[in-house]
Nanobody, 116 residues
Framework: EVQLVESGGGLVQPGGSLRLSCATS????????MSWVRQAPGKGPEWVSG???????HYPDSVKGRFTISRDNAKNTLYLEMNNLKPEDTAVYYC??????????WGQGTQVTVSS
């Protein structure tokens, strides 16, 4: 059974940092592209990072230079390091495997709130 379990969110002040984790089971994440997607209240989903099966990483301009995606293949775990957080980063963050048959399943997500 495919499982995606996000954790590591919380309340942080502007300029602070958080590290999110996505623990997975049921597939080998190193064989697939993996992504982080967020959804803020009243807004649609926004892709914020990806890592290809080739190991190349990708970011939109909104987070480039502040967020870093990585994975530990031995642990089948995906990470998102977030630095210099801004109030507009407030959202529920989800991980996904977008090019798989289970790509529409994002897990329960983890809440990130950036506020002073």
């Amino acid at each position: 059974e495919v499982q995606l379990v996000e954790s590591g969110g919380g309340l942080v002040q502007p300029g602070g940092s958080l590290r999110l984790s996505c623990a997975t089971s049921g597939f080998i994440i190193g064989d697939y592209a993996m992504s982080w997607v967020r959804q803020a209240p009243g807004k649609g989903p926004e892709w914020v990072s990806g890592v290809g099966s080739d190991g190349n990483t990708h970011y939109p301009d909104s987070v480039k230079g502040r967020f870093t995606i990585s994975r530990d293949n031995a642990k089948n775990t995906l990470y998102l390091e977030m630095n210099n957080l801004k109030p507009e980063d407030t959202a529920v963050y989800y991980c996904s495997a977008p090019n798989t048959k289970w790509g529409t399943f994002w897990g329960q997500g983890t809440q990130v709130t950036v506020s002073s």
